[in-house]
């Protein structure tokens, strides 16, 4: 099956850095979702992004499909910012979201 | 609040024990989702319901079973528990499928069920 690698396992940062969380993936995708799961176990929607460049706020997200993998951007990081940040994936039309193991992000303030 | 609710939110119940975990998907949306955390399994796909049937299976155990009601909302019935079932169950749900495919996945606070 499909699998789905992200880096760093783990970020300390402190508050007001930037970041880059990758997400690679070992086959074609139709769709690619990041999620922030924070400290009380909610799971956010960041960004739909199967492809192209997407921005929100302090945060944006970059999927090039052809060389399979995506990227996270965070900048101006707050301490909120704390938490996982997940990839998941769909492939093969059958619905169900494959996750990557996570990267756990510490802002210090 | 992604409009996706979940209930209850925490569970603790002993070893052989059966529970029911209840979801309610966002409005309009037709398709519900339940998955697993762990902490040595991480997040897992369970089942997938589309407007009342099962769509799609993933890593489920026969002592697990779900259905989706007319009214679209969701049940997981989890039986014969074990310790190793404790975990935090999620439910999503997601837009009428064009085709093949879905679209985003908007998940539910969770149910975190202990075994003792």
């Known amino acids: 099956g499909i699998q789905v690698e992200q880096s760093p396992p783990d970020l300390i940062l402190q508050e007001g850095a930037n970041s880059t969380l990758r997400c690679n993936f070992s086959d074609s995708v139709n769709n690619l979702q990041w999620f922030h799961q924070n400290p009380w176990g909610q799971l956010i929607n960041l960004f739909y992004?199967?492809?192209?460049?997407k921005q929100n706020g302090r945060l944006s997200a970059t999927t090039v499909a052809t060389e399979r993998y995506s990227l996270l951007y965070i900048s101006s990081s707050q301490t909120t910012d704390s938490g996982v940040y997940f990839c998941?994936?769909?492939?093969?039309?059958?619905?169900?979201?494959?996750w990557g193991a996570g990267t756990k992000l510490i802002i210090k303030p | 609040d992604s409009g996706v609710t979940q209930t209850p939110k925490h569970l603790i119940t002993a070893t052989g024990q059966r529970v029911t975990l209840r979801c309610s998907p966002r409005?309009?949306?037709?398709?519900v989702y339940w998955y697993q955390q762990s902490l040595d399994q991480g997040l897992q796909f369970l089942i997938q319901?589309?407007?009342?049937?099962?769509?799609a299976k993933g890593n489920i155990l026969e002592r697990f079973s779900a259905q989706q009601f007319p009214d679209l909302h969701s049940e997981l019935n989890l039986s014969s528990l074990e310790l190793g079932d404790s975990a935090l169950y999620f439910c999503?749900?997601?837009?009428?499928?064009?085709?093949?495919?879905?679209?985003?996945?908007?998940f539910g606070p969770g149910t975190r069920l202990t075994v003792t």
């Open positions: 998941a994936v769909e492939r093969d039309s059958n619905y169900q979201l494959i």
């Open positions: 319901y589309y407007n009342g049937e099962e769509r």
């Open positions: 992004i199967p492809s192209g460049t």
């Open positions: 999503a749900s997601s837009g009428p499928l064009a085709g093949d495919y879905s679209y985003e996945q908007y």
């Open positions: 409005s309009g949306d037709l398709s």
